[in-house]
């Protein structure tokens, strides 16, 4: 929990799952969306994927990128827990 919590501190990052809440996207769609080198789309993917945040796919010779909404609903327990200890 922790890499995603390192992961989801960057804005970039949050700016690049914004993006894929609308679905797949190949690394070139993402990078169009911001002012910085395809290396620095990468780089912040990776940090990303480590975190578990996004998964990749292949077809043919593309790679896509889309949530993984699963780590997603285990920060929101997680969280929910922490208010629900701040209500007793």
Do not use: C
Not at 33 to 44: D, E, L, M, W
Not at 59 to 74: A, G, P, Q, R, S
């Amino acid at each position: 929990m922790s890499e995603s919590f390192k992961a989801l501190a960057v804005p970039m990052r949050r700016d690049i799952l914004d993006l894929l809440k609308e679905g797949k996207m190949s690394a070139g769609d993402i990078a169009s969306h911001f002012n910085v080198t395809q290396p620095a789309i990468s780089y912040h993917l990776n940090i990303l994927k480590k975190a578990n945040l996004i998964y990749e796919s292949k077809y043919k010779n593309f790679i896509y990128y889309e949530l993984n909404t699963t780590v997603f609903d285990h920060l929101i327990l997680w969280l929910k827990t922490i208010k629900g200890a701040d209500e007793e």
